[in-house]
């Protein structure tokens, strides 16, 4: 992106008197992994093109404990969580928009037992809304007659039985949705849920990542679309491992938008 | 001799009965063994989702084929259930097919249906023992699937034979009696029953036999029917078709939350509240509460919730979440079925334990460790396709997470690499080593 957009924290905007309608979580990989921060960047693109009154929290976010609870340390999950709900309530926070599955999961599903109570959506319902209020429209974009196949994060489909918003949004783009052969809830994980991106995986004879790059690469699309941070690691290094980045582009589904949207 | 087969008859009803409860409350003890879980709210959904899962096999029809051959064979089951009352009638009174007269051509309809139904189970049964036996299809072969489950698949196989073989030679007899002039049934005459498929099949293959041959013939057959019925049902609380019963408890109390929802642990969440309280007096001891401290997670099949022991039972083997699983598929130890038969194999260790020697007994062994490794749990992505496929809503997932608390917070023992990640997020609020103050540095960068 060219022109650099000013993202608006929740502590600047409430000491300017205003509240924000929506409030992005970034996430840990939205906020440090080189990849992972152009998503967050195209989902700012986003937010900022259809005017939408965002704000983040900037350096009060902080990881939402869902790899340390996958791992099974359960202190290290509620200390994070009941941090971040304080802060979260602190600042009243009604609305949540995330371009992380896991943060997603973890905000709308599990912090309200603990007193986080808010309306949660990810990003590619945000995205569809938009598009069906009319407030977001596509003319342009790379993609014109190009395939595309989309990889079910699963604690976005499976988990929470997201599988229509992002196949909606990508029915938008002038190109080709194609399905891999196990999709949506027969969907294969990409292989970093449940904290094993944080570590080498167990021995076996091959890696999940591999498997599933392979269901992409059955499909000849020429872009798999992800919805999650960790599938879009995951994706690329398959993609690489075949040495197929000449021929398979690994992109979110904000990147898409961002690249195909009227401004 | 009418009288002393009433007698044979009443008292292996009895003991045929008896011994099933015996078995079955022993299954009941030991899944109460478990801890709490409230599965009590949202009545309604759950009689939906369990007449749609359990009664309607809904997620069987993922894979259409075996789903229909199934059904062949659960739907004779079920029906076939209907004519043991006139055998129960009969076998206590020493009367002859009692219902026949008095419903009449609802009768033959009835039988007919059944028998209809158990040809059809019949094939299902052929073409299950050859899928199992001849074609080799992965979630049948693998290392979890040796001795006694793989025999076990088998046999009720065999018996399902046995039994369609009992009921056509049972009603086959009788026909070809009624076609040579041989009426037993009460108040009924005539030279045919009129049933769909042993009107044929009874005449051509006994006909030609005499009348004292086919009135043995017949009692082999009904006699062979009741005994298979009561070796059935004893049968089921030792194998994996324990299922046909629990399947619907099972699914009614299944979780109806979103499955990415894992749940909060109240003791946990009591600790850190305490923390994060600002009126807590930080010098005070923490109030120790009465009794044995609870554990953290689960190490034993007793420190798993009374669902997921539900759940061991309920089990088919069927293997449709290892099939499903990333980790099985790709070559890792862990198998979310192998995980859901330990948990059944240790929890049937532990209820014998507790009857020969009482509750207090400790072999020394446990679920975590001599069962499952820890190999195992840490190759699970939680990405929850196992719970999404299994056709009895059996969710292996949350064994696996509770086994893994365990292993965390009361050992300590976690990969090194998921430790340094656990500590990155005490620390800096992130599992990756960055300042918690560079959070907001990518809105700068280009
Ligand atoms: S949740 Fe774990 S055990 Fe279940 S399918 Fe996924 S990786 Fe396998
Ligand atoms: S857990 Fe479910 S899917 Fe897996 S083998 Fe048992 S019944 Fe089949």
Not at chain 1, 61 to 69: F, I, L, Q, Y
Request: net charge neutral; charged share 25%.
């Amino acid at each position: 992106m060219s022109e650099k957009i000013k993202v608006p924290t929740v502590a600047e905007m409430m000491a300017a008197g205003e509240v924000p309608d929506i409030l992005f979580w970034v996430g840990c990989a939205g906020s440090f992994d080189d990849r992972a921060k152009k998503i967050t960047k195209a989902v700012i693109k986003i937010l900022h093109g259809c005017k939408i009154k965002f704000a983040v929290l900037g350096t009060e976010e902080s990881c939402t404990g869902d790899p340390a609870k996958r791992a099974g340390n359960e202190f290290a999950f509620m200390m994070s969580a009941m941090q971040n709900i304080q802060v979260l309530n602190g600042f009243e926070i009604k609305k949540i928009v995330t371009a992380c599955p896991h943060c997603f999961n973890t905000i709308k599903n599990e912090y309200p037992e603990l007193g986080g109570k808010y309306e949660v959506i990810h990003h590619t319902q945000l995205i569809n809304g938009l598009i069906k209020e009319g407030k977001l429209s596509m003319s342009g974009g790379d993609f014109k007659g190009k395939k595309i196949t989309f990889h079910d994060p699963c604690y976005l489909g499976r988990a929470n039985d997201v599988y229509e918003a992002p196949r909606e949004v990508l029915q938008k783009l002038d190109a080709e949705l194609v399905e891999m052969k196990n999709c949506k809830a027969k969907g294969l994980c990409c292989g970093a849920g449940g904290a094993q991106m944080f570590k080498e995986a167990e021995k076996g004879d091959k890696e999940v990542n591999v498997k599933r790059t392979e269901d992409v690469l059955d499909t000849k699309s020429n872009i798999v679309a992800t919805g999650c941070p960790f599938c879009n690691t995951m994706m690329t290094d398959g993609i690489k491992h075949f040495n197929k980045e000449e021929d398979v582009e690994v992109l979110d589904v904000a990147e898409m938008i961002a690249n195909a949207m009227d401004l | 001799m009418g009288m002393i087969a009433s007698i044979i008859f009443i008292v292996l009803t009895v003991v045929g009965t008896a011994w099933f409860g015996r078995n079955v409350m022993r299954i009941r003890k030991n899944i109460l063994l478990g801890k709490d879980l409230n599965r009590s709210d949202k009545k309604g959904e759950r009689w939906k989702t369990m007449i749609l899962v359990a009664l309607g096999q809904k997620k069987m029809f993922q894979r259409p084929i075996p789903a229909l051959l199934h059904f062949a064979i659960y739907a004779a089951f079920v029906i076939t259930q209907i004519e043991l009352i006139e055998i129960f009638v009969d076998g206590v009174s020493g009367s002859h097919r009692v219902f026949a007269s008095s419903l009449g051509g609802f009768y033959t309809f009835l039988i007919s249906f059944i028998e209809i139904l158990s040809v059809l189970a019949l094939v299902a049964t052929f073409v299950f023992l050859a899928r199992r036996n001849l074609l080799k299809i992965p979630r049948f072969h693998m290392s979890e699937m040796t001795g006694w489950p793989k025999l076990d698949g088998n046999i009720i196989l065999y018996l399902e034979i046995v039994l369609v073989l009992c009921i056509l030679t049972m009603n086959g007899a009788d026909e070809a009696l009624m076609n040579i002039g041989h009426s037993h049934a009460v108040g009924l005459t005539g030279d045919t029953y009129g049933f769909a498929v042993s009107s044929i099949v009874g005449p051509s293959v006994f006909g030609g036999m005499d009348v004292g041959s086919l009135e043995i013939l017949e009692r082999i057959g009904w006699w062979g029917h009741i005994i298979m019925v009561f070796t059935f049902l004893n049968y089921l609380p030792i194998s994996k078709h324990f299922h046909v019963l629990l399947a619907f408890p099972n699914v009614y109390y299944s979780n109806l939350k979103n499955k990415g929802q894992f749940s909060n642990m109240n003791s946990v969440k009591k600790e850190v509240e305490m923390m994060f309280d600002p009126n807590a007096d930080p010098y005070a001891a923490p109030a120790e509460p009465a009794g044995e401290p609870e554990r953290f997670g689960a190490k034993d099949v007793v420190d798993l919730t009374w669902k997921s022991l539900m759940d061991a039972y309920t089990c088919t083997e069927c293997g449709r979440c290892s099939s499903m699983c990333p980790a099985s598929q790709t070559g890792k130890k862990l198998s979310p079925r192998k995980i859901i038969m330990d948990t059944r194999d240790r929890l049937e260790e532990v209820g014998k334990n507790i009857r020969k020697h009482g509750k207090e007994h400790a072999d020394g062994k446990a679920l975590l460790g001599d069962y499952i490794t820890e190999e195992e749990l840490w190759a699970c992505t939680s990405c929850n396709a196992c719970v999404q496929a299994c056709p009895v809503n059996i969710d292996p997932l949350s064994i696996i997470i509770d086994l893994r608390r365990y292993l965390v917070m009361e050992e300590s023992k976690v990969p090194s690499e998921l430790a340094t990640m656990l500590t990155n997020i005490e620390n800096n609020g992130a599992p990756w080593q960055f300042s918690p103050m560079d959070r907001l540095k990518w809105a700068d960068e280009d």
